[in-house]
């Protein structure tokens, strides 16, 4: 049983457990796997907090170089050797990195795959880094800390994604105009589809983000000509969103249209017009979604409100069937 002991601490030397972090980012997945793909953007965010990155090269591209220097406080160059060993556009990234000491000497291997999924409101990302120590007494303190590090990274790496879909820190002025058109039909009754758009508590159980990934903080609605609607949420990473409409046209089980404007934090990013139509058909409603939107200042919403809108159909579908 000794042995067994030995054996297995020796191992945790060598091979610690894998770390797991995963981050839900207010942009398309696109754009968060763009943020990986170039110097110019890991330079802006590939360290943790006190930390910059005065150099890197990253060539994305099976066999292409991830190499990034991370400078301390004290000034002090650390830098991380890595190469690509996967990438599939938009969905997947693995890493073959090895932190090196000051005399370039490896400290440990970290095996990073990182995975991109689209989610309601953006994109999350998944990172599994897996560890084998090759200097223990150097490696087991950086490597203890890493769950913090990573932290405060993502938080670099969001105001990136951020600033580079023009969320937040563009000073440009701009407008980019996109519609489309979406069709539900669910098994029930136009009365009840109406009652889930327009009663707060029905609308409660579909509209907003992802238990877990978003928390209310304001909600209300009055349905009627020039009547409002605001529903505000914080997202687990700290973002706040807020929805705030009006609506212009009110047919009771037939038509709504109503304009809104989206806000994160404090950056106004979208202006819209939305209708919405009911029809009675088969012995339940078709719903027809019509949306043109504004988007605003070098805010690239690339599909996401599309994809968003068709998110939230379909957990109002779901609520029908509760």
């Known amino acids: 049983m000794a042995q067994s002991t030995d054996a297995d601490n020796a191992a945790a030397l060598r091979q610690p ?5 995963s981050r839900t ?30 150099d890197a090269r990253v060539e994305m591209r099976v066999g292409g170089a991830f190499e990034v220097c991370m400078l301390s406080p004290s000034g002090e160059k650390h830098w991380t050797r890595g190469v690509f060993v996967e990438v599939t556009p938009h969905s997947r990234l693995v890493i073959d990195m090895h932190a090196v000491d000051l005399q370039e000497r490896p400290l440990f291997r970290a095996y990073t795959e990182v995975t991109f999924t689209d989610v309601p409101g953006g994109a999350r990302m998944d990172v599994v880094q897996t560890y084998t120590f090759i ?8 490597v203890a800390g890493a769950p913090e590090g990573w932290r405060t990274t993502l938080d670099k790496l969001e105001q990136e ?3 580079m879909s023009g969320a937040v820190g563009a000073r440009v002025r701009s407008v980019v105009h996109a519609s489309f058109h979406l069709e539900r039909r669910y098994n029930a009754p136009v009365e009840r589809v109406w009652r889930a758009l327009t009663d707060e508590a029905a609308k409660q159980k579909w ?11 304001e ?24 929805f705030d409409a ?14 809104y404007v989206m806000h994160l934090d404090d950056k106004k990013i979208s202006v819209s017009l939305a209708t ?3 029809k009675s058909e088969d012995g339940g409603t078709k719903l027809m979604v019509t949306e043109q939107g504004a988007f605003l200042d070098g805010y690239d919403d690339a599909g996401s409100r599309e994809h968003g809108t068709g998110y939230l159909l379909d957990r109002l579908g779901a609520s029908l069937n509760a």
């Open 25 to 54: 980012f207010h942009a398309r997945r696109e754009t968060v796997f763009k943020a990986w793909g170039a110097a110019e953007h890991v330079k802006n965010w590939f360290s943790p907090e006190t930390y910059s990155v005065p």
């Open 161 to 163: 994604v951020l600033r």
């Open 276 to 278: 919405m139509q009911l």
């Open 135 to 142: 200097d223990p007494s150097m490696a087991a303190p950086m």
């Open 207 to 217: 509209f907003g983000g992802p238990p877990g990934e978003w928390d209310p903080i």
């Open 246 to 259: 009006i609506y212009h046209d009110v047919v009771p089980h037939e038509r709504l249209v109503y304009s």
């Open 219 to 242: 909600r209300y609605m009055d349905v009627r000509e020039s009547g409002r609607e605001r529903a505000k949420g914080r997202w687990k990473s700290g973002m706040v969103s807020t």
């Open 17 to 21: 457990p894998p770390l797991r972090i």
